[in-house]
T-cell receptor
Framework: QQQVKQSPQSLIVQKGGISIINCAYE??????FPWYQQFPGKGPALLIA?????SEKKEGRFTISFNKSAKQFSLHIMDSQPGDSATYFC???????????????FGQGTRLTINP | DTEVTQTPKHLVMGMTNKKSLKCEQH?????MYWYKQKAKKPPELMFV???????INESVPSRFSPECPNSSLLNLHLHALQPEDSALYLC?????????????FGEGSRLTVL
């Protein structure tokens, strides 16, 4: 129940195309869903996050779509660029924290390659 | 300054060695984390310190010993490690808030146990 399932494991998209990464969760206690981006040799960095009270959140070329009834959420990268090539992790946690500490449950990651 | 700095970047140690990984942040964050990341896998939470007190230990073997000397520093002491402990060790920090926010990760210390 603590798992977050992420697909696909790897994705190749042409420059200018749309990259789509999907995640699903079981634990209904989760109510905060961040996406982290990790470049080789770097630590993960927060990209965008959403709460279930909205169905979509957009920041620039990055959009999260959220389907609460299906317990699924996805990341869309519009006009994908070679600089977007990285590993993307979806995650889930509870919005109200215990002792201020976050226990993120990560998906398995998607290695995205944008071909020029 | 929004950086989490980890040293060393690379560490090679034998199974009988004692070494330490260090992490420093000057963002005023009072929650600090250790994660372990194997190749092509997501980060796995090991420990969380909140206000310099250990608040979460994810059943990590005692050969890993965390320490939080002050609000800016976090150490991970390593002793009698196994080759399967070879991984990227990531430090992260966040504000201690009632609600979730951003975790700031360092670039990690890549550990190889021979």
């Amino acid at each position: 129940q603590q798992q977050v399932k992420q697909s696909p494991q790897s994705l190749i998209v042409q420059k200018g195309g749309i990259s789509i990464i999907n995640c699903a969760y079981e634990n209904t206690a989760f109510d905060y869903f961040p996406w982290y981006q990790q470049f080789p040799g770097k630590g993960p960095a927060l990209l965008i996050a959403i709460r279930p009270d909205v169905s979509e959140k957009k920041e620039g070329r990055f959009t999260i779509s959220f389907n609460k009834s299906a317990k699924q959420f996805s990341l869309h990268i519009m006009d994908s660029q070679p600089g977007d090539s990285a590993t993307y992790f979806c995650a889930a946690t509870t919005f109200r924290l215990i002792q201020g500490a976050q226990k993120l449950v990560f998906g398995q990651g998607t290695r995205l390659t944008i071909n020029p | 300054d929004t950086e989490v700095t980890q040293t060393p970047k690379h560490l090679v140690m034998g199974m009988t060695n004692k070494k330490s990984l260090k992490c420093e942040q000057h963002m005023g964050h009072r929650a600090m984390y250790w994660y372990k990341q194997k190749a092509k896998k997501p980060p796995e939470l090991m420990f969380v310190y909140s206000y310099e007190k250990l608040s979460i230990n994810e059943s990590v073997p005692s050969r890993f010993s965390p320490e939080c000397p002050n609000s800016s520093l976090l150490n991970l002491h390593l002793h009698a490690l196994q080759p399967e402990d070879s991984a990227l060790y990531l430090c992260a920090s966040s504000q201690v808030l009632v609600i979730a926010g951003e975790l700031f990760f360092g670039e990690g210390s890549r550990l190889t146990v021979l």
